[in-house]
């Protein structure tokens, strides 16, 4: 058994560890899309031949996963911020039905989830086919995190004492809903945004399944370069996946803190 006085050595050793299990992989990968030969390391000498490559076949990609991803968080604040304040003030038990059956496409496999759209949905050929079909998609699995997140905020004893408070001094349900209601919510609802986005950006089985020659996002893109090419060419798309993703991620999580602190 470890000495207390032990621990403050141990517990930073056990998180460096931990992070460079993490890492090492994340590391390799990128290695291995700037090598010439992968076989043969950094022997073989650096080059951005592989990035190239990569911009060349799945550049269009990029963009589509980010549009994607910027509508799912769009279509969640729309459709999810009305509803998670609906099942916060409602007290039936049909509501509390309803979000538990909400939630159901986070427990269900994607492929599973996908799958019941093309019954439902696919002899719409035109829709099939669009990159609507995989909005769609995007919205099924990753509303159930923007109503969970947002509606535990709705359901704070102090916030039902506001808006008693806004009823009683005349104001109407759209003065309260966006003038006094909202606002006090703003850090859930970029925190349900945050994970909204980072979900759509990285979700793989759902579209995989639902995604078309002409509809292909990143994930998608990463798992052909991965099962047809070369390894360098798949370990370049992790790098380019890193490249666009993180930067947006951390912009996201700043504008998040910024927004935090100035409404407590």
Known sequence: MAHPRQ???LLPAITALVSVFMLAPIALSVL?????????GLASGLTLR???????VY???????LLLALLSVVGCLLLGVPCAYALARSRSRWARLFEELLTLPVAVPGLATALALIL?????????QSFVF?????????LPFMVRTVGAAFRRHELLALEEAARSLGANF??????????????????????VFTLSVGEFNLTWMLHTPLTRTLPVGLADSYASMRIEIGSAYTLVFLLVILPVLWGLQWLGHLIEKRNG
């Open 134 to 142: 995989i909005l769609v998609g995007h919205l099924v699995f990753t």
């Open 59 to 65: 550049g269009s990609t990029v963009s589509a996963s």
């Open 120 to 128: 439902a949905y696919g002899q719409l050929r035109d829709f099939r």
């Open 32 to 40: 291995a899309g700037l090598v010439n030969n992968y076989s043969t």
């Open 7 to 9: 621990l403050p050595f």
């Open 50 to 56: 592989w990035i190239s490559e990569v911009l060349d």
């Open 174 to 195: 759209g003065q309260r809903f966006m003038g006094v209601l909202v606002p006090a919510v703003l850090p859930a609802i970029v925190a349900g945004s945050l994970m």
